[in-house]
């Protein structure tokens, strides 16, 4: 468990930098209560760290973090973060710089059943950051909430990356996503937007950048939305 100063190298967590790296030992700790608030969260900084590398926030509990959030960090990482259960939520708060799900590896975010992921930076989320990064969102269940400024699909161009991760985005049994703009970088033409099932909603308030000729393939089924007001 979290609160379990014996599970970690350093003690309890306090608002420091977390980093969750599997070393053998199975590491998916579990954050089941209170109000919580970190520097900086890691999740798959290794090489080592493969699928079972992960943290789950769950039973209401509340997490803030203020400075950076990354899963799937290191070149051929795994790392996977769920934040599960009504009333639960993850917060990017106004001072976070940098919010990538895939950077150098691949990266999973899972937002299930009432629980709740806010970023309130300003900032873009990125999936699928670097070369060979692949970035999943998952939210899914009724009352999942994605909520944020800017969705970006790879990264920009001039940085030399020329956007060569992948992005993947499942919304789907009423849950939501909603974002002020959707950036779209990714250039291998495997990227992909799913949305399915009653009550299930993609909302995009504006397509910020459209840089390359590869868009993600979008499939809407079974009675989810896609709102894009460009």
């Given amino acids: 468990d979290w609160n379990t100063g014996t599970n970690w190298s350093a003690g309890t967590p306090t608002a420091n930098t977390v980093v969750i790296n599997d070393i053998g030992k199975g590491n998916q700790p579990r954050l089941s209560d209170g109000n919580n608030s970190i520097d900086t969260l890691i999740v798959g900084d290794d090489s080592n760290s493969n699928a ?9 509990a509340v997490i803030a973090v203020s400075r950076i959030i990354r899963a799937g960090y290191f070149p051929g990482s795994e790392g996977s973060i769920t934040i599960t259960g009504e009333n639960t939520t993850m ?3 106004t001072n976070v710089s940098l919010v990538v799900i895939g950077d150098q590896g691949q990266g999973t975010l899972i937002v299930s ?4 992921f806010e970023s309130d930076s300003g900032q873009p989320i990125y ?3 670097d070369a060979n990064g692949t970035g999943n969102l998952e939210v899914s269940g009724y009352g999942a909430t994605f909520t944020g400024y800017e969705l970006a699909f790879g990264e920009f161009p001039f940085t030399g990356l020329n956007g060569t991760g992948t992005a993947h985005v499942t919304v789907a049994n009423g849950g939501n996503v ?3 703009g959707l950036s779209i ?8 937007i799913d949305i399915t099932g009653p009550g299930s909603s993609f909302s995009a308030i504006n397509i910020l950048n459209f840089g390359n000729d590869a868009p993600p393939q979008i499939h809407v089924s079974n009675g989810g939305l896609l709102t894009i007001n460009h």
């Fill in 127 to 129: 999936l699928g950051y």
């Fill in 178 to 180: 909603t974002v002020s």
């Fill in 52 to 60: 079972n590398t992960s943290l789950t926030v769950e039973n209401g």
């Fill in 113 to 116: 059943d009432g629980a709740k």
């Fill in 185 to 192: 970088w990714t250039s291998t033409g495997n990227s992909s």
């Fill in 91 to 93: 917060t990017a708060t």
